[in-house]
T-cell receptor, first 113, second 118 residues
Framework: AQSVTQLGSHVSVSEGALVLLRCNYS??????LFWYVQYPNQGLQLLLK??????LVKGINGFEAEFKKSETSFHLTKPSAHMSDAAEYFC???????????FGSGTRLQVQP | GAGVSQSPSNKVTEKGKDVELRCDPI?????LYWYRQSLGQGLEFLIY????????KSGLPSDRFSAERTGGSVSTLTIQRTQQEDSAVYLC????????????????FGPGTRLTVL
């Protein structure tokens, strides 16, 4: 069984500040981990993913995430927030043999000017 | 088309009616998924199709929900005797064929169908 917990349904940061969106997972098999972003009235877009190899993964729009097995975490970060980063972010976990993803409940990011 | 398309974009129906939601995956993508996104919740897996294999229906919430995929391309999700709790955004995604247990192909999502049951 797999599950995902995203801490904080809403996060607000100032433009230029660090963005940190938290994600913890549980999985009985080696996990594949994903972050998706959903802009208003649009579908989900893949930001980045971890499958195997390097635990620090870089994605689009300056985002990155680090897989920490000991902490069962996959937090998303960006050094400097931009107004265009305002959206909803979803963490998801998949595993070998199970192709469908298990999603967290999402974190809505607000960026204040 | 360039991406996954879904129709209709919005559907309002009365309780007890049947609805059909359509998904056109990206050409060449043999894997297709349906998810449901309810207000304030994450995405909930409903059903998964992979080529000619039997679909994974483990996420369907009740026997009022069914889906088919004709010709390995277009898929239709049908909800019979709709209830108010079925109101949600229904998302379809597709991906390239599965090539092994250790690979994971990106799922590309459509814009969704917003279903409102009155």
């Amino acid at each position: 069984a797999q599950s995902v917990t995203q801490l904080g349904s809403h996060v607000s940061v100032s433009e230029g500040a660090l963005v940190l969106l938290r994600c913890n997972y549980s999985s009985s098999v080696p996990p594949y981990l994903f972050w998706y972003v959903q802009y208003p009235n649009q579908g989900l877009q893949l930001l980045l993913k971890y499958t195997t190899g390097a635990t620090l993964v870089k994605g689009i729009n300056g985002f990155e995430a680090e897989f920490k097995k000991s902490e069962t975490s996959f937090h998303l970060t960006k050094p400097s927030a931009h107004m265009s980063d305002a959206a909803e972010y979803f963490c998801a976990v998949g595993g070998a043999g199970r192709r469908a993803l298990t999603f967290g409940s999402g974190t809505r990011l607000q960026v204040q000017p | 088309g360039a991406g996954v398309s879904q129709s209709p974009s919005n559907k309002v129906t009365e309780k007890g009616k049947d609805v059909e939601l359509r998904c056109d995956p990206i050409s060449g993508h043999t894997a297709l998924y349906w998810y449901r996104q309810s207000l304030g919740q994450g995405l909930e897996f409903l059903i998964y199709f992979q080529g000619n294999s039997a679909p994974d229906k483990s996420g369907l919430p009740s026997d009022r929900f069914s889906a088919e995929r004709t010709g390995g391309s277009v898929s239709t999700l049908t909800i019979q005797r709709t209830q108010q709790e079925d109101s949600a955004v229904y998302l379809c995604a597709s991906s390239l064929p599965k090539t092994g247990e250790t690979t994971y192909n990106e799922q590309f999502f459509g814009p969704g169908t917003r279903l409102t049951v009155l």
